[in-house]
């Protein structure tokens, strides 16, 4: 028997409170029969009978196929799929489009169906059971959708509700066997989408998705293309960019387009491939130089024929043009000249589709220069969708204005969760947290930019959880406020896997997106981590291992047929980021050890290559273990050895050290927040971090070898208190030596003790500074190493005006959490004033002097027209200092800013010592506060800044 432990108990009581199988949906599957009018889609060895007018969309009717698939699936037994206006039977599935079905129609005429909460919608479903709807009927589920989409969405909750994972193909998420499904839906479940077009885009495609496809499919033809387009309807998207690096949607394949018209998915073409045409295809056909000013008659043909090719697809069509290759046009090309390209392509349109424009959905996408172009005073019609763009790092770069919401078009944002470009291209992981991804895509949504939503998903795999969490979310906004983002991958987790797992499950894929985002991988070198302050590289490197093992360990209790599925979800992923982490933190440790001298210098090299090989074992397993080598080429992405913006080659390991050792043993010191030792430069006057009675953290020495034969080796510490881990033994490589105080037994006065090291015919000595606790209110942060640290929510009050609110973003930064104001639309008030909204925390500082103040935020970009946004700061009564986080705007500062996932702005002020509120006044909206490091002169270099300070009882 299995035992369940009272911790996996709660586990299930949160999915039973929460949907189990839909992601924020509400539940209408059970799998026992709970409410005798339910309908039995399974149970007693019968399966219900799926009933679709023929007359319907083919898409639907495909659709239906799907579920019928599905349900077998699941249990077993392929249900019988009838194309008719009629329907009869104990238990039936009703399936339609309203106004294209007449199964659905005659529900609606004799009353026994509503669908006045989703008639004349966009893409609106419904689901519904019903008692004696019709003759011949004693219960059916009805799906009917306003639309072909929506009808197509509403069969493809089912399919989800039942446990077919939108991933089951994709992911090879295994659906759990059942042995009876019933629907019970007496009020009806309907919904819609929030944002018109919400799509994906495949790009930077080689050499993953690339070799894969070919290897597959032959290439990215029709049959691809099928199982893409099925995906994105499970997911609730309708829109695509397709792949075009190395292809040509509609040149490629002739049923590319035919197909996707019959499943239902809105064509597009990216940013910078114009009028439906793939950049390849001027590659195969186009005459002369890309340039309108020079080749206008050649261009405007090219233009014709990607609209003749794309004829009988749905489709918006990509206005505008970007220079050849997707780089920015000549310095000559100008506004003028701009616009005259996109009134001549409308021009076109007209012809070739529809003279009336307002039918014919058309974008253009303010990427990069072209937003400078608009800023200038480029406009085009207000029927066009304007689609802002991200910064190709995840922040916005603009949003509407409220007169540019006024515009019939609309607008959307194209983001990114891959890129090709500076400062880095990131293509290998997910490195885009859900809650980096909230707080910008909800910015998109209070500006109205929500008539298009589409994501750069590089290769399609890995990018699968923020994919859907993307999707979701501009599905219905609405359904996923801050604080339910930790349910998010709760219930993700729970479908793909299992409750029992799911909060695990749900922290570790949370975690390692979350060390992802503060450095990408790509990035990721040697020095990025500290090797002395803070522990910092260790304390990393420690958290991903721990990571690592925990999904292990899971994968090892999972059933056999979940393990693929895993591996590809979260155990690759966090393996191999760990992997990575660790080989770039050691070999910056085997360097540190080499100045150094220490014999272990060598042991590490050796780890290094160790895990170097690790990396690759690890992509091998995922190319040719898991799912028999289905997903062969997939990882083929290299991300090691980056020497400029684009990708290496092959993967490089980082350089390692090794040294000659001498044949006998010989002492060498070294000692916590510290690159150096004894011997060697500054090794005489080694001295340990303060221990700090305030603060219960013990502080560390090592004795190390520098030769090949060990050696005994003793500490002695000048005083009784001071308290030694191991004051002797014998070192082989080292030995690392805790030190803390017995601080009753402290006489008054004392400030510092001394630790005499002796071994291998040497000796040396060792400062101990002390510092007595301090007298400090309740809930203060005090000082501790020279530094005040804290975490932007811990807070000790937050003033907000009437109508406003501060909010705290679970997870989202680099550290720990993240604060900002809603609504993110409105101007707020100066600071100074009493009701200004701030954030004030109890600090306790031990010296008087000047000090700065470190503000860390979120990347945040200038997305709307003006001088800047500000937050201001300051302690006390003083006047706040007001800080205009744009006021750099070089290319030096955003590149920094998107490489370390924040931004740190320093002011300075002069304080006493004791206590002190520290206040941070919001001045403008949208920007978010991660952490806030106060330095009375302690402050020491490191990547993510020293941990919480300690908090007065």
Not at 202 to 215: F, H, V
Not at 308 to 333: H, N, Y
Not at 741 to 748: K, L, M
Request: with cysteine; hydrophobic share 40%; net charge neutral.
């Amino acid at each position: 028997m299995k035992f369940i432990t009272r911790a996996a108990c709660a586990v299930l009581t949160l999915a039973c409170a929460l949907p189990a199988f839909a992601l924020g949906q509400k539940p209408f599957v059970a799998f026992e029969r709970t409410d005798a009018n339910a309908v039995g889609l399974l149970h007693d060895g019968g399966v219900a009978k799926l009933y679709v007018d023929s007359s319907d969309h083919t898409g639907v009717l495909r659709a239906v196929a799907d579920l019928q698939s599905d349900i077998k699936r699941v249990g077993g037994t392929l249900p019988e799929l009838v194309k008719s206006s009629s329907a009869a039977g104990a238990d039936v599935v009703i399936i339609g489009t309203v106004g294209k079905s007449a199964l659905i129609d005659k529900l609606v005429r004799s009353g026994a169906l509503d669908v006045s909460a989703i008639k004349g919608k966009w893409e609106a479903w419904q689901v519904q059971t019903l008692k004696n709807p019709m003759p011949g009927v004693e219960r059916a589920l009805v799906i009917a959708g306003s639309d072909k989409r929506g009808t197509i969405y509403g069969i493809y909750e089912v399919s989800e509700q039942i446990g077919v994972s939108p991933w089951y193909w994709w992911a090879d998420v295994p659906p759990k066997q059942r042995q009876a499904i019933y629907a019970s839906a007496p009020a009806r479940v309907n919904d819609a989408p929030a944002v018109q077009y919400r799509g994906i885009f495949l790009n930077d495609e080689a050499p993953a998705l690339t070799g894969w496809a070919k290897q597959q499919y032959g290439g990215y033809n029709h049959k691809f293309y099928e199982k893409v387009f099925e995906l994105l309807l499970r997911l609730r998207g309708n829109y695509l960019w397709p792949a075009m690096w190395d292809a040509a949607f509609f040149d490629d394949d002739k049923l590319n387009g035919v197909r996707a018209e019959e499943y239902g998915v809105v064509i597009g073409t990216s940013h910078h491939e114009p009028m439906m045409r793939a950049h390849k295809e001027w590659d195969r056909y186009g005459k002369g130089a890309w340039d309108y000013s020079k080749n206008e008659t050649v261009l405007k043909d090219f233009w014709r024929g990607g609209l003749r090719a794309s004829k009988g697809t749905e489709k918006i069509v990509t206005l505008g043009m970007r220079g050849d290759g997707d780089e920015p046009m000549s310095e000559q090309s100008n506004v003028a000249l701009l616009e005259r390209i996109v009134k001549d392509q409308r021009e076109i349109i007209a012809q070739q589709i529809n003279p009336d424009m307002s039918k014919v959905p058309q974008v253009w996408a303010l990427y990069k220069e072209v937003q400078e172009y608009y800023e200038k005073g480029m406009r085009v019609p207000d029927d066009v969708l304007l689609l802002w763009c991200d910064d190709n790092w995840a922040n916005i770069r603009r949003l509407p204005t409220p007169e540019e919401r006024k515009r019939s078009g609309g607008a959307g944002v194209y983001y990114h969760f891959d890129y090709v470009g500076g400062p880095r291209s990131y293509k290998w992981l997910n490195v885009t947290p859900i809650p980096k991804i909230w707080e910008q895509m909800r910015l998109a949504w209070e500006y109205d930019a929500k008539r298009m939503w589409i994501v750069n998903v590089g290769d399609l795999k890995p990018m699968e959880v923020p994919i859907e969490f993307f999707l979701s979310y501009a599905w219905n906004p609405s359904a996923w406020p801050a604080e339910r983002l930790p349910d998010y991958l709760k219930l993700w987790a729970a479908r793909e896997f299992s409750p029992e797992y799911a909060d695990d499950i749900a922290d570790i894929v949370a975690k390692y997106t979350k060390y992802n985002g503060r450095r990408k991988p790509e990035q990721l070198e040697p020095g990025t981590y500290s090797q002395v302050n803070y522990n910092e590289a260790a304390r990393i490197t420690a958290e991903y291992k721990d990571l690592a093992a925990r999904a292990n360990k899971i994968d090892a209790a999972l059933p056999s047929e979940q393990r693929d599925a895993f591996f590809q979800l979260v155990q690759y992923p966090v393996n191999a980021g760990a992997v990575v982490n660790e080989m770039y933190t050691l070999a910056a440790q085997n360097q540190l050890y080499a100045r150094q001298g220490r014999a272990f210098t060598n042991d590490l090299a050796e780890r290094v290559r160790g895990l170097f090989k690790q990396d690759a074992e690890l992509a091998r397993q995922y190319m040719e273990d898991v799912s028999d080598g289905k997903w062969n080429h997939m990882m083929s992405q290299t991300h090691l050895g980056y020497t400029y913006w684009n990708q290496p080659p092959r993967n490089v390991m980082p350089a390692v050290s090794e040294l000659q050792l001498p044949k006998a043993g010989d002492l060498g010191v070294a000692v916590e927040g510290s690159e150096f030792a004894w011997p060697g430069q500054n090794g005489d006057k080694l001295t340990l971090p303060a221990l700090e009675a305030g603060n219960k953290q013990t502080r560390w020495l090592e004795v190390f070898n520098r030769g090949q034969l060990a050696f005994n080796y003793t500490v002695t510490a000048s005083d009784p208190w001071i308290v030694l881990s191991t004051p002797g033994g014998r070192v082989v490589r080292e030995k690392r030596i805790t030190v803390d105080v017995r601080w009753a037994d402290v006489p008054p006065g004392v400030t510092e003790a001394t630790l005499t090291v002796e071994g291998a015919g040497s000796k040396t000595r060792v400062k101990v500074p002390l510092r007595r606790a301090v007298q400090a209110a309740s809930g203060s942060y005090v000082e501790s190493q020279g530094v005040v640290s804290i975490e932007a929510e811990h807070y000790a009050n937050a003033v907000a005006k009437e109508g406003w609110q501060w909010l705290r973003i679970p997870d989202h930064g680099r550290t720990l959490s993240a604060m900002t104001t809603l609504p993110a639309s409105a101007a707020l008030s100066l600071p100074g004033a009493a009701e200004g909204m701030r954030l004030e925390y109890k600090v306790h500082l031990l010296t008087p002097g000047e000090v700065t103040l470190h503000t860390t935020l979120a990347p945040t970009l200038k997305f709307q027209p003006g001088e800047g946004f500000r937050y201001a700061v300051s302690f006390d009564g003083e006047a706040p200092q007001v800080v205009n986080v744009h006021a750099d705007a070089s290319q030096r500062f955003w590149e920094r800013a998107v490489s370390d996932g924040a931004v740190v702005f320093k002011t300075k002020h002069k304080l006493a010592a004791g206590a002190h509120t520290l206040k941070f006044w919001a001045v403008d909206p949208a920007l978010v506060l991660q952490k806030l490091v106060i330095d009375a002169g302690g402050l020491k270099p490191s990547y993510l800044g020293p941990q919480e300070s300690p908090k007065a009882p």
